[in-house]
């Protein structure tokens, strides 16, 4: 996704000038707006960052200096929330190297994933996240991909009441899925629930963010971006001189202000490797959001490219 959003921020900028005139400007130093976790009141800040791919580097590597900047940027900036998981490949031990190096555990709230079948193996597999991540505890892990949580579930809350995690949940990016999140979401207590969702695929709003809502799950979202697709589609486009009436700068705060603008939604986890897309990312959460009637323009605009 680097170089297409390297491509689409180029032409971005080009209106950049214009929103922060028309638009509301915001000092460096203002926080990111924060969304509540039903289950407790907890707030956090809505954007975090996604370590999918980009973090699976060798741990002494001089691929670790960028993410190291990248994660420490981040919390200067006020964001909190990082997602990995142990089907990340390396990402969890170089994550938890990051937040040792750095002193930042604290400042940082943690999450990852169970994907494994039997409870013996979740586990195990649960156990090796807390050694790779270098922590006594993990704010959320919620059960990947829908596998096995009739096994995973009295686990996690059994960590839950052991105090070893603090949240759990259930994630899916397949439309496939919905049908199966939908039904625990219904059968279970979940504290947050982690879905795909972007302005060109929508679907999870007709079903899974409202029963959200209604169930009182705080939602997280991956691939906000839609992969590569939404990257490809805007390539060489201006933002259209509107996006300036809801305090949007580039491309990437188009996409992400969408996502944020529905009620139901807590946390986009964008994958996030580099410091100026972490700054351009946290800039979608301040400022003003599209109202419904924006939100309707932007999902007419896209469709029609």
């Known amino acids: 996704m680097t170089l297409h959003r390297r491509a689409v921020l180029a032409g971005s900028f080009a209106c950049s000038l214009a929103g922060l005139v028309s638009g509301r400007a915001f000092a460096q130093g203002d ?5 509540p976790i039903p289950s407790t009141g907890e707030t956090v800040p809505a954007i975090g960052i996604g370590t999918s791919r980009r973090y699976d580097v060798a741990p002494d590597s001089d691929a670790m200096a960028p993410l ?33 190096e750095t002193g930042l555990r604290d400042k940082v709230f943690l999450c990852s994933k169970v994907a494994a079948k ?16 270098g922590t006594d505890r993990i704010d959320l892990i919620a059960v990947h991909n829908l596998i096995d949580p009739q096994a995973q579930l009295p686990l996690l809350r059994e960590l839950k009441a052991s105090r070893r995690i603090r949240y759990l949940g259930a994630t899916t990016w397949a439309e496939a899925q919905y049908a199966d999140l939908e039904a625990l979401m219904k059968a279970d207590t979940l504290d947050v629930i982690q879905v ?3 302005v060109d695929a929508r679907k999870a709003a007709e079903r899974i963010l409202p029963l959200a809502r209604e169930r009182g799950i705080a939602v997280m979202v991956n691939v906000p971006f839609g992969r590569e697709r ?7 486009r201006d933002l259209p001189p509107w996006a300036a009436e809801f305090d949007c700068q580039s491309w990437p705060q188009f996409f992400l202000k969408y996502v944020l603008s529905h009620e139901a939604v807590t946390c986009p986890v964008p994958g996030t490797a580099q410091v100026r897309y972490v700054e351009d990312n946290l800039g979608a959460a301040r400022g003003r959001l599209p109202d419904a009637a924006t939100r309707r323009k932007m999902e007419e605009f896209i469709d029609g490219l």
């Open 68 to 100: 190291r900047e990248t994660v420490a940027k981040f919390v200067a900036l006020g964001g909190t929330v990082i997602d990995t998981a142990p089907d990340y490949g390396r990402a969890e031990e170089v994550l938890g190297r990051i937040l040792k």
């Open 196 to 198: 795909n969702y972007a």
């Open 230 to 236: 939404l990257f490809t589609l805007v390539r060489g």
């Open 118 to 133: 039997g409870r013996e193996a979740g586990q195990a597999q649960i156990e090796q996240s807390f050694r790779r991540l």
């Open 31 to 35: 926080g990111p707006i924060r969304r």
